[in-house]
């Protein structure tokens, strides 16, 4: 018998969701933004419109239905990027 590796498998599916999801956005915008169906004639709005909808769903996975935990590795990293910050700033500052 097979042995499935079920990380891998929901990381795959992950994958094809997130390239599935990607692939309409696209083709919507070319809907709203094309002169002969929808002619929406701001697409910085509507870049931003999608970005905070996007925003407000991770927000929502992740605080309130608690997709993903977070992880040790999160915070380092976060950390890491905040140090990084503060010695390019000081940097710039004491030049």
Do not use: C, D
């Not at 004639?41 to 991770?58: D, E, K, N, R």
């Amino acid at each position: 018998m097979m042995m499935v590796n079920k990380p891998l498998v929901l990381t795959y599916l992950y994958l094809l969701i997130y390239v599935l999801l990607s692939s309409g956005v696209i083709l919507y915008n070319k809907w709203v933004l094309s002169p002969k169906y929808f002619n929406f004639p701001l697409p910085i709005t509507l870049t931003m419109i999608h970005m905070g909808f996007s925003g407000a769903v991770a927000f929502f996975l992740i605080r309130v239905f608690k997709v993903q935990l977070p992880t040790l590795s999160n915070f380092v990293l976060l950390e890491i990027s905040q140090l990084l910050w503060e010695s390019q700033n000081s940097q710039l500052i004491h030049g």
